[in-house]
């Protein structure tokens, strides 16, 4: 099992992380045959990790049924890049107050994963932010069904990291998935989470 705290998170990013724009994260990782989009939308989400004095943890939303796109999925705080944000940061920061209630004085940005493209046409930048309690959470309820936690640990633990496979246009895909009580973590989500796990730990053990 492996212990992460907040220093070691920050030491993970220390300098930064140039983003492989060439080819990046997407869907496509577990499909060879599947092309991402030529012309992809910005978008980008918080990877929030939350320092509770029993140990770190991870912030997820689940999707409000009524929402045309991707209904009661599991999904970080984000969207889509507007044209007043000032950078895939500001876009982050300002979709996680939107959706969760949770203002940026609380969130310290610690760094950024791949670019992740998805065949939706969507090219996401993953912000990692650590947040300090005591916050707010206030849940959109025309976009956010339910605001949840799960330990940090969970996801460190590669065993954790399944691959499931459905069939989509004729064709089997496979993806992530990392199903948790409830809640079943999959897709996008589930493949910038494989990132940053990349990032905190050594492939020893991949």
Do not use: C
């Amino acid at each position: 099992m492996h212990n992460f705290d907040s220093s070691r998170l920050r030491s993970a990013f220390q300098g930064g992380r140039p983003q492989d724009t060439e080819k990046g994260r997407g869907d496509h990782d577990l499909n060879p045959d599947m092309k991402p989009p030529v012309k992809n939308r910005p978008a980008s989400v918080l990877i929030p990790i939350v320092e509770r004095d029993e140990g770190l943890t991870m912030l997820l939303t689940k999707r409000s049924e009524d929402l045309p796109v991707h209904p009661g999925q599991v999904s970080f705080p984000g969207g889509r890049a507007e044209s007043h944000d000032d950078g895939p940061v500001d876009t982050a920061l300002r979709e996680t107050e939107e959706e969760v209630g949770i203002h940026r004085r609380h969130i310290d940005i610690v760094g950024q994963l791949d670019l992740y493209s998805t065949r939706t046409g969507f090219e996401i930048t993953p912000v990692v932010g650590l947040l300090t309690p005591p916050f707010d959470m206030r849940a959109d309820p025309m976009e956010v069904q339910e605001i949840f936690e799960v330990p940090l640990a969970f996801f460190l633990d590669r065993k954790n990291h399944e691959r499931h496979s459905r069939e989509w246009n004729n064709k089997i895909r496979s993806f992530y998935a990392m199903p948790y009580g409830d809640y079943y973590i999959w897709g996008a989500t589930a493949g910038m989470l494989v990132n940053f796990v990349d990032v905190l730990l050594p492939r020893v053990d991949a």
